[in-house]
């Protein structure tokens, strides 16, 4: 749904096709606010999220966040969640000329981190940010069900799918013991 993959923008146009692009402009911005401010308030870790990511970034994965919603949005979230010190980078539809699916988040991390885009591993609960992952060339596209996409929704554009984000550690484990 647009609700679950389109941008501030998207949403915002759907609902109000006939404003002028000046009050569209004002419209999202004032989403855009409500969303971060409302929406990091309300945010909830799924279960062993937290001990997740830390287990990641103990492991020296750089991570960063791609979402359609806005960057503060999710710079909030990450702060209200106690994760934002472990990521490099969070880039929201905002942050970039094209969102998901578009490549650019994809291209913004590797400037950033100096990794090329075949060392990014994608994790995504929807067909967007598995389509991003392929547009940007990253190396492995990883869907999950801990969120919005069903098996039958990302099996066609995944090189893998886990129960959930949680299952990442112990599967990225498994693979670097195949390639030694």
């Not at 870790?45 to 994965?61: D, F, K, M, Q, W």
Request: with cysteine.
């Amino acid at each position: 749904s647009i609700f679950a993959s389109g941008t501030n923008l998207d949403v915002v146009e759907l609902w109000f096709p006939r404003l002028s692009d000046e009050d569209q402009m004002l419209a999202v911005a004032r989403f855009n606010q409500i969303t971060s401010v409302q929406g990091s308030a309300m945010a909830v870790a799924l279960p062993g999220i937290v001990e997740t990511l830390g287990t990641l970034h103990a492991r020296s994965y750089r991570l960063g966040v791609a979402t359609n919603d806005s960057t503060s949005g999710a710079e909030k979230t990450l702060v209200t969640l106690g994760v934002a010190q472990l990521f490099d980078a969070a880039y929201g539809y905002d942050a970039v000329a094209n969102p998901k699916p578009a490549p650019d988040t994809i291209q913004a991390f590797c400037d950033l981190t100096g990794l090329k885009p075949t060392q990014v591993a994608m994790i995504g609960d929807n067909r967007h940010d598995l389509e991003m992952a392929r547009a940007g060339g990253c190396g492995l596209a990883v869907g999950v069900l801990s969120g919005t996409g069903t098996r039958e929704s990302l099996a066609g554009i995944a090189d893998v799918i886990l129960d959930s984000v949680v299952d990442l550690p112990d599967f990225l484990s498994a693979r670097v013991k195949e390639t030694i």
